[in-house]
């Protein structure tokens, strides 16, 4: 079955440090691939998407994310964090149509 | 354009009762999909209409049920409330098309509380 699984469900980085939040997809066949972000009492918002265009992906925000083919994965990365980015992120896979798997997010915390 | 709207936002049932929860998707989407959202389980997927079908379909029971309007708007019930219901229900919009893998809009959620 498909799925995705997001490696550790906190994360903490101090403001200004490297974020990297992992996620990792289990299929054989690459499905499209997203990043959603979650703010308290909010609804998701897209940060990126892979569409198998190009294996780097820049979203807002300065996020970015890269399509690892031969470790099933799909990383976040933002060189520098910042206390605005404190909040929940889900890596989501689409392998028909508008049929999304979610991993089950991790929580960022960002220290001064 | 209007983002997707879900309303009520906020819902209080007792055990038993049924619940009728709506989504207005943005302008043109004719996806709509519902997820339900809890700490312990995350986001599970329910299903997806395309006008007016029921394309997709999660692992739930069959007291969860959902219906798209010509207009695309699109109502979820669920019947015979249970504690564990207790969930914030987001609502996502798409364009849809066939061979799509759109990005998917999401509501602000309707929060459900069942006592």
């Known amino acids: 079955a498909q799925s995705v699984t997001q490696l550790g469900s906190h994360v903490s980085v101090s403001e200004g440090a490297l974020v990297l939040l992992r996620c990792n997809y289990s299929?054989?066949?690459?499905?499209?691939l997203f990043w959603y972000v979650q703010y308290p009492n909010q609804g998701l918002q897209l940060l990126l998407k892979y569409t198998s265009a190009a294996t780097l992906v820049k979203g807002i925000n300065g996020f970015e994310a890269e399509f690892k083919k031969s470790e099933t994965s799909f990383h976040l990365t933002k060189p520098s964090a910042h206390m605005s980015d404190a909040a929940e992120y889900f890596c989501?896979?689409?392998?028909?149509?508008?049929?999304?798997?979610f991993g089950s997010g991790t929580k960022l915390n960002v220290k001064p | 354009k209007a983002g997707v709207t879900q309303t009520p936002r906020y819902l209080i049932k007792t055990r038993g009762q049924q619940v009728t929860l709506s989504c207005s998707p943005i302008?043109?989407?004719?996806?709509v999909s519902w997820y339900q959202q809890t700490p312990g389980q995350g986001l599970q997927f329910l299903f997806e209409y395309f006008s007016e079908t029921q394309r997709n379909k999660g692992n739930f029971p069959g007291r969860f049920s959902g219906r798209q309007f010509s207009n695309s708007r699109s109502e979820m019930n669920v019947s015979t409330l249970e504690l564990g219901d207790s969930a914030l229900y987001l609502c996502?919009?798409?364009?849809?098309?066939?061979?799509?893998?759109?990005?998917?809009?999401f509501g602000p959620g309707t929060r459900l509380t069942v006592l």
């Open positions: 989501a896979a689409s392998y028909n149509f508008n049929k999304f798997y």
């Open positions: 996502a919009s798409s364009p849809g098309g066939a061979g799509a893998h759109n990005e998917q809009f």
């Open positions: 302008s043109g989407h004719r996806s």
């Open positions: 299929s054989s066949v690459p499905p499209y």
